[in-house]
């Protein structure tokens, strides 16, 4: 199959693509130097040109605390974009998976998150990522909208290396007990991408490793298989205060999934194991 892959320099996008590229697919990954998806034209001529069968959509202003300072920007990133995208999709009618966020939820409620449940996001990213998914509804007919959380992968920053680089100069560090969520590796995910692009089982996913944590239960275990003697102190959001509001239940239901026949991520310990060694 052709597809073109959007954010493909970044974290999730580039390990998309290589697994892509293992399947035998033909695949166009594109940056913003090569589609500014901010820029209608730009994503016209580029999916004019490339005829894509299907488009994962990773590239996104991602940014969160920034973005409540950087709002025009972010808007035009991830609503604008995706809009652009969306539409262009449709008219090509082309597959297309959307890859949103946990955060389109507002983080109360005492059960894990149903694709279905009500979106209300209580920051600017989850909303900009909430107005995205809308279009993605609203303009392309074979879509796959994929909330996913807490990724971590080869490329880019995440909580892995910034808790493993704190404990370089650190004995003890002090990390927020009260988010509650699924840590996500992408060399995970991208078997999942792709086998969902294979398909047209079309519809609203949650995409995350097995089993829920804190990031405090998450630094513990990561210091615990690297066999590192680091203190962490719990600590609440409040004593831990960002730019951002997070929200604290962020356990997302799986089981649509396994319901169309696609195969789980393995556990969130066993993800994190693997990424280590
Ligand atoms: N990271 C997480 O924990 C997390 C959690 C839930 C959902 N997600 C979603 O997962 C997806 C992938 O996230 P990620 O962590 O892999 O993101 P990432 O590493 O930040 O990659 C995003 C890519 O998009 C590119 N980009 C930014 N603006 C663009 C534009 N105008 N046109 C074209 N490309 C542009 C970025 O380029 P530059 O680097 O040059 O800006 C970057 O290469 C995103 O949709 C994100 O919202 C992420």
Redesign the pocket.
């Known amino acids: 199959m052709k597809i073109l892959v959007?954010?493909a320099?970044?974290?999730?996008?580039s390990d998309v693509v290589s697994e892509l590229e293992k399947r035998k697919h033909e695949v166009i990954g594109v940056?913003?130097e090569e589609?500014?998806?901010?820029k209608p034209e730009a994503v016209i001529r580029v999916m004019e040109q490339v005829k894509p069968e299907a488009v994962i959509h990773?590239?996104?202003?991602?940014a969160v605390d920034k973005a409540e300072d950087e709002k025009e920007l972010c808007r035009k990133?991830n609503s604008d974009?995706t809009k652009n995208i969306a539409k262009q999709c449709g008219k090509q009618s082309c597959k297309m998976i959307y890859?949103?966020?946990d955060y389109v939820f507002d983080g109360t409620g005492e059960r894990p998150w149903m694709p279905d449940d009500d979106r209300s996001p209580v920051n600017f990213y989850g909303q900009t990522?909430y107005e995205g998914e809308k279009y993605v509804q609203a303009l392309a007919a074979k879509y796959f909208i994929v909330r996913?959380?807490?990724?971590y992968g080869k490329n880019?920053a995440n909580f892995v290396k910034t808790m493993l680089r704190l404990a370089e100069k650190q004995d003890e560090i002090n990390v927020v007990s009260d988010q509650i969520g699924s840590p996500t590796y992408t060399a995970d995910l991208k078997y999942l991408l792709s086998d969902m692009i294979e398909s047209d089982r079309y519809g609203i996913y949650h995409a995350t490793n097995k089993g829920y944590c804190s990031w405090y239960d998450f630094a513990k275990e990561i210091f615990r298989i690297k066999g590192l003697r680091v203190k962490v102190n719990p600590v609440t959001s409040n004593e831990f205060p960002s730019k951002a509001k997070r929200p604290k239940k962020r356990r997302l239901n799986l089981d649509a999934l396994k319901e169309n026949g696609f195969t789980p991520l393995p556990a969130w310990e066993d993800a994190v194991k693997r990424y280590l060694e």
Do not use: E, P, V
């Open positions: 959007t954010g320099k970044g974290q999730l996008g940056d913003i589609m500014d998806i901010t990773c590239a996104a202003y991602t990133i974009g890859i949103s966020t990522k996913i959380s807490w990724i880019g």
